[in-house]
């Protein structure tokens, strides 16, 4: 390809690109455009889930069985470890920090699959939940967790996917080596599937050209899909003695519009916009941008 044919794609590439991450305000007025979320039913995890089915801003469709986002796999049935082999993945990406995986046990997977230890911090969010829960004290409960510092805390960790070097990292890569060629399906998750994979699930699918409308609203998902679950781990808290309000744990099992936003500034105040914040903050080329693109919508 001649230099002057290349520079002509890098700039289309460039131009479409900043188009498709503009806010993007005709989602909100176009209807019909929520998709069917594609679950992949386990036992022992909740919110395992294919990212494809989403249409993109100029027609294409995010494809399925090539990304899977979910909740931590340590507790695993056999039979989910089946289903899973079934998804043929090549890697599972586990964001979790060692006191997570200590808690909750290291990944089952099917034969063949690499795990990959990719840790995201969570600002301290887990061993301060499990501190408040551990006291067994209702008035300190209340003061670490009430009057809104739970959901003030969910703000600040979804600062720092934007903030830390170390995040940033780890988000970056994990991009990438979704649009490098000849991958095979790759499957990411923390504990919950919510936060870190909530933030990496997003990122994925604006950069493929999904509607801002539609990326937020598989991030919002994971609040329904726990939902039973996280209620059933409220009661569980109550019946133990360990709480006697375990509504104090919602803001920290939810998703919100108010966490996502609080990213979202820190992208705007920080790098003036999503694309130089996928490009300078997290490392992505215009080389690896086109590859996710081709690669996860056709």
Same mark, same amino acid.
């Given at each position: 390809?001649?230099?002057?044919?290349?520079?002509?794609?890098?700039?289309?590439?460039?131009?479409?690109?900043?188009?498709?991450?503009?806010?993007?305000?005709?989602?909100?007025?176009?209807?019909?455009?929520?998709?069917?979320?594609?679950?992949?039913?386990?036992?022992?995890?909740?919110?395992?889930?294919?990212?494809?089915?989403?249409?993109?801003?100029?027609?294409?469709?995010?494809?399925?069985?090539?990304?899977?986002?979910?909740?931590?796999?340590?507790?695993?049935?056999?039979?989910?470890?089946?289903?899973?082999?079934?998804?043929?993945?090549?890697?599972?990406?586990?964001f979790r920090i060692p006191m997570?995986?200590?808690?909750?046990?290291?990944?089952?997977?099917?034969?063949?699959?690499?795990?990959?230890?990719?840790?995201?911090?969570?600002h301290g969010l887990f061993g301060?939940?499990?501190?408040?829960?551990?006291?067994r004290d209702p008035v300190r409960?209340?003061?670490?967790?009430?009057?809104?510092?739970?959901?003030?805390?969910?703000?600040?960790?979804?600062?720092?996917?934007?903030?830390?070097? @170390?995040?940033? #990292? &780890?988000?970056? /890569?994990?991009?990438?080596?979704? $649009?490098?060629?000849?991958?095979? !399906?790759? *499957?990411?998750?923390?504990?919950?599937?919510?936060?870190?994979?909530?933030?990496?699930?997003?990122?994925?699918?604006?950069?493929?050209?999904?509607?801002?409308?539609?990326?937020?609203?598989?991030?919002?998902?994971?609040?329904?899909?726990? @939902?039973?679950? #996280? &209620?059933?781990? /409220?009661?569980?808290?109550?019946? $133990?003695?360990?709480?006697?309000? !375990?509504? *104090?744990?919602?803001?920290?099992?939810?998703?919100?519009?108010?966490?996502?936003?609080?990213?979202?500034?820190?992208?705007?105040?920080?790098?003036?916009?999503?694309?130089?914040?996928?490009?300078?903050?997290?490392?992505?080329?215009?080389? @690896?941008?086109?590859?996710?693109?081709? /690669?996860?919508?056709?």
């Amino acid at each position: 390809m001649s230099l002057s044919r290349r520079a002509l794609l890098t700039t289309a590439g460039a131009a479409a690109l900043g188009a498709a991450l503009a806010p993007s305000a005709s989602a909100a007025a176009r209807p019909g455009l929520t998709t069917p979320i594609r679950q992949i039913p386990l036992q022992g995890a909740v919110n395992v889930r294919d990212l494809g089915g989403y249409p993109t801003y100029d027609g294409a469709r995010v494809r399925h069985g090539l990304v899977y986002r979910a909740d931590h796999l340590g507790k695993l049935t056999d039979a989910d470890v089946t289903t899973l082999g079934g998804l043929r993945l090549s890697r599972a990406i586990d964001f979790r920090i060692p006191m997570e995986v200590g808690y909750d046990g290291a990944d089952r997977l099917p034969a063949g699959v690499t795990a990959v230890s990719r840790p995201v911090t969570d600002h301290g969010l887990f061993g301060q939940l499990l501190a408040a829960i551990g006291s067994r004290d209702p008035v300190r409960q209340e003061e670490m967790l009430g009057g809104g510092r739970a959901a003030a805390f969910m703000t600040d960790v979804y600062r720092t996917f934007v903030t830390d070097a @170390a995040n940033r #990292d &780890a988000f970056g /890569r994990t991009l990438r080596e979704l $649009a490098a060629p000849g991958t095979g !399906p790759v *499957l990411y998750h923390c504990t919950a599937g919510k936060d870190r994979t909530g933030w990496t699930s997003w990122l994925a699918l604006r950069l493929v050209g999904v509607p801002e409308q539609l990326a937020t609203e598989d991030y919002l998902a994971s609040t329904a899909i726990r @939902a039973a679950h #996280d &209620a059933r781990v /409220r009661e569980g808290l109550k019946a $133990a003695g360990l709480m006697q309000n !375990p509504e *104090l744990i919602v803001p920290l099992q939810e998703v919100r519009p108010e966490y996502l936003d609080a990213a979202l500034a820190e992208v705007r105040s920080g790098y003036g916009g999503l694309y130089r914040y996928v490009t300078a903050g997290l490392g992505l080329d215009l080389r @690896a941008l086109t590859g996710l693109r081709e /690669r996860l919508a056709g």
